[in-house]
C-alpha cells in the first residue's frame, strides 16, 4: 500500500500537469510507472554550452550533455509548442521532469504541454534535430529552427512570434539564412 503523502503528491502532480503551464517543480516517481515523454529521457537532462562550428564560424551554442545540439522553433511562444506530428519526428523535443543547467546565463524550466515535460530556455522550448551528430549544426535555419544560444533573448507568455506553418510555395519551410539568431 502506498503512503498517503505519496497519494496525495502524485494528484497533485496530475493536477498540475492536467492545467499544462510552466513550473520548476521536480517530482520523483518510481521507474515502473513513469512512462518517457516523447524526445529526450523524461528524468533528469543537463543543458550545457559548447563551442561549435555554425555557418563557418565557431559559436557558442547550448547542447544536450553528449554533444547533441539544441534548437528553438521561431513559431513557438512561452506556452505553447507548435512542433508536433512529423516535424517532431524530425525535430524531437528535449523533455525532462528535472532539467540541469551547466555554464548558462539564462533560465532552464519545464513547460507541461503537447510534447510532455519540455525543457525550455528563456521560455523557448527547446529541441534536437535528427541530422545532427555531437557538436555538428547541420539544422541551422532549417524549417524555422534556430541554434539556441546562451544569449537567445527570454519570450513572453503568450506573445507569438509567426505563423507556426510555412507559407506556400516556400519550398517546404526549408531557409537556410542566418536571420540574426
Known sequence: ????????????????AAAGGITAATVSTSTASAAP???????ATTVRTAQVPVGGKMETILTTATGQPLYF?????AAKSFV????????PPLTSGAP?????SG?????????????TYNG???????DDHAGQVTGQGV??????????AQITSGAAQGSPMPPAGSGGGYSYGNAGY
Open 73 to 77: 522553433y521561431k513559431p513557438d511562444t
Open 143 to 152: 524549417q524555422n529552427f534556430f541554434v539556441a544560444t546562451p544569449s537567445l
Open 37 to 43: 515523454a516523447a524526445g529526450h529521457s523524461a528524468a
Open 84 to 91: 508536433t506530428g512529423g516535424l517532431a519526428q524530425a525535430w
Open 107 to 119: 533560465q532552464l524550466k519545464v513547460l507541461n504541454d503537447v510534447n510532455g515535460q519540455q525543457v
Open 100 to 104: 540541469a543547467g551547466s555554464g548558462l
Open 1 to 16: 500500500m502506498q503512503h498517503p503523502r505519496i497519494m496525495i503528491a502524485g494528484i497533485g502532480v496530475a493536477v498540475l
Open 124 to 130: 523557448h522550448p527547446l529541441y534536437t534535430f535528427v
